[in-house]
């Protein structure tokens, strides 16, 4: 009995790429649990520092108004603090993960490693952001645990605390990933940071209630999209909302649609990617 020869392959055949029918779900959870293993390896700076933090926040509003603000919204200060500080902590944890695993790949060298590997745009996009999220999550989770102890916290509608803390996370991932492909250098990053993210966060609500704003100045906060971020996720805690939830769901879904189109259209193109 003869064994079957392996017929030879020619140069081209050799060559060619290999081809996935629908979705190549090996190459995007490799890529997924990368970027997961990237912060977890470091959780003390990227978990366990920002969680301190946020206490720290907690501690010096509250100790330092001490009676000056008992209640907001007909809820103890503390109980309506909380909420924007898990949320802010989540946003920035978030868009931190994504914008610095880019741009470091870019500074190094290695963004070849994202690149090469035979993934869709798409599936790079889900890949990186949801490391981003997760982490955006797991910094939410881990604050939430550590003020228990601290604040009395309800939670009065848990969807509307799960839908925004997931669309929260997924929003400042995408935006890190576009800010990462933007910036060539640490100082563009240092500027988005500080010039955007942040001005965004502290201003959407986190410390204090928007509507005790003047009229013009709560307009200027419906335009910020954290603030719909921060509203809808405290809502979730005590049940009191300063905007329009119904507006809040549909400027998150809205914003996160066109973010993921445009990081596709990034990575689709290679804008700021490729030599």
Same mark, same amino acid.
């Not at 700076?45 to 907690?58: E, G, R, S, W, Y």
């Given at each position: 009995?003869?064994?079957? =020869?392996?017929?030879?392959?020619?140069?081209?055949?050799?060559?060619?790429? $290999?081809?996935?029918?629908?979705?190549?779900? %090996?190459?995007?959870?490799?890529?997924?649990?990368?970027?997961? /293993? $990237?912060?977890?390896?470091?959780?003390?700076?990227?978990?366990?520092?920002?969680?301190?933090?946020?206490?720290?926040?907690?501690?010096?509003?509250?100790?330092?108004? @001490?009676?000056? %603000?008992?209640?907001?919204?007909?809820?103890?200060? =503390?109980?309506?603090?909380?909420?924007?500080?898990?949320?802010?902590?989540?946003?920035?944890?978030?868009?931190?993960?994504?914008?610095?695993?880019?741009?470091?790949?870019?500074?190094?060298?290695?963004?070849?490693?994202?690149?090469? !590997?035979?993934?869709? !745009?798409?599936? /790079?996009?889900?890949?990186?952001?949801?490391? @981003?999220?997760? =982490?955006?999550?797991?910094?939410?989770?881990?604050?939430?645990?550590?003020? %228990?102890?601290? #604040?009395?916290?309800?939670?009065?509608?848990?969807?509307?605390?799960?839908?925004?803390?997931?669309?929260?996370?997924?929003?400042?991932?995408?935006?890190? #990933?576009?800010?990462? #492909?933007?910036?060539?250098?640490?100082? *563009?990053?240092?500027?988005?940071?500080?010039?955007?993210?942040?001005?965004?966060?502290?201003?959407? @609500?986190?410390?204090?209630?928007?509507? /005790?704003?003047?009229?013009?100045?709560?307009?200027?906060?419906?335009?910020?999209?954290?603030?719909?971020?921060?509203?809808?996720? $405290?809502?979730?805690?005590?049940?009191?909302?300063?905007?329009?939830?119904?507006?809040?769901?549909?400027?998150?879904?809205?914003?996160?649609?066109?973010?993921?189109?445009?990081? *596709? $259209?990034?990575?689709?193109? @290679?804008? *700021?990617?490729?030599?």
């Amino acid at each position: 009995m003869t064994t079957p =020869r392996a017929v030879p392959q020619t140069p081209d055949q050799a060559l060619a790429p $290999r081809h996935y029918s629908t979705i190549n779900w %090996v190459g995007l959870w490799t890529l997924y649990v990368k970027e997961v /293993r $990237r912060f977890m390896s470091v959780a003390t700076q990227t978990i366990l520092a920002p969680m301190v933090t946020t206490l720290l926040f907690l501690a010096v509003f509250v100790l330092a108004l @001490g009676h000056a %603000v008992d209640e907001v919204a007909g809820e103890p200060y =503390r109980a309506f603090l909380a909420p924007g500080l898990i949320m802010m902590a989540i946003t920035q944890n978030a868009f931190a993960n994504t914008s610095s695993s880019i741009l470091i790949s870019k500074i190094q060298g290695n963004i070849v490693d994202l690149l090469m !590997p035979p993934l869709t !745009p798409l599936e /790079r996009t889900i890949g990186v952001a949801g490391g @981003g999220l997760t =982490r955006g999550l797991t910094v939410g989770i881990a604050t939430w645990v550590a003020m %228990v102890p601290f #604040v009395p916290l309800g939670i009065a509608h848990p969807l509307f605390i799960l839908f925004h803390a997931v669309m929260a996370s997924l929003l400042m991932s995408l935006v890190g #990933v576009l800010a990462g #492909v933007w910036a060539e250098k640490f100082d *563009h990053m240092a500027a988005i940071t500080n010039f955007v993210v942040t001005p965004a966060a502290f201003l959407s @609500g986190t410390f204090y209630s928007a509507a /005790r704003l003047p009229e013009f100045w709560q307009g200027v906060a419906h335009m910020n999209p954290l603030f719909y971020v921060i509203d809808g996720f $405290r809502y979730g805690f005590i049940g009191h909302a300063d905007g329009s939830l119904t507006a809040g769901i549909l400027v998150l879904l809205g914003a996160n649609a066109v973010l993921l189109w445009l990081t *596709h $259209r990034l990575f689709a193109t @290679g804008y *700021h990617l490729k030599a």
